[in-house]
């Protein structure tokens, strides 16, 4: 059963890089044709879309976080990263990892990590 | 950029029928997929390709897409459907989400 992980740390510092992995078990990356996502979600707000990366590397970004997000690939280990560089408080959210299926639809999430933005 | 608006909040009695729209320019023409996200939780995917629902998700559930305006309905709506359902598609390949709606069963 496939399985989705979040792991980094739970506090970043104004300014500074957010950085945060997702395992994979139970189903390999490069196995077939999806993307793999990162969502947050603001306290008391609603979903917002990162980007998505393919087993290849290729990936698709929100525009409104283009220029300071990267989400990369690590096909040894199973497990794909994100970087929020330059973060401020409205960042502050929980993270998900999730699968997108070929149809287009988000068919498995992880639990989320809640990040804190804070001096 | 392309946005999704939902119904901030839907009230519905045990038993009967919520329905939950989300509108977007020629939606229609996208597939949506519908998430179920119960308090602390992570969302669940109920319905994706407008109508079609996953392996576990309950009959009472359903969809449709036409126009404008894309519906999830919920049958004999239960106390365990108290959540959030957010629509979502992909607009050129980036993900949008909807405003999101609250559904409270009175």
């Known amino acids: 059963q496939l399985q989705l992980q979040e792991s980094g740390p739970g506090l970043v510092k104004p300014s500074e890089t957010l950085s945060l992995t997702c395992n994979v078990s139970?189903?390999?990356?490069?196995?077939?044709?999806?993307?793999w996502a990162w969502v947050r979600q603001p306290p008391g707000e609603g979903l917002e879309w990162i980007g998505n990366i393919f087993y290849s590397g290729s990936t698709y970004y929100n525009p409104s976080l283009n220029s300071r997000v990267t989400i990369s690939v690590e096909t040894s280990t199973n497990q794909f990263s994100l970087n929020l560089t330059s973060v401020t408080a409205a960042d502050t959210a929980v993270y998900y990892c999730?699968?997108?299926?070929?149809?287009?639809?988000?068919?498995?999430w992880g639990q989320g990590t809640l990040v804190t933005v804070s001096s | 950029s392309y946005g999704l608006t939902q119904p901030p909040s839907v009230s519905v009695s045990p038993g009967q029928t919520a329905s939950i729209t989300c509108s977007g320019d020629?939606?229609?023409?996208?597939?949506v997929s519908w998430y179920e996200q119960k308090a602390g939780r992570s969302p669940v995917l109920v319905i994706h390709?407008?109508?079609r629902r996953p392996s576990g998700i309950p009959d009472r559930f359903s969809g449709s897409n036409s126009g404008n305006t894309a519906t999830l309905s919920i049958r004999g709506t239960q106390s365990a459907d108290e959540a959030d359902y957010y629509c979502q598609v992909w607009d050129s390949n980036t993900g949008v989400f909807g405003t999101g709606t609250k559904v409270t069963v009175l």
């Open positions: 139970g189903y390999s990356i490069i196995r077939s044709s999806y993307y």
């Open positions: 999730a699968r997108r299926h070929t149809s287009g639809a988000l068919d498995f």
């Open positions: 390709q407008d109508n």
């Open positions: 020629k939606l229609g023409n996208k597939y």
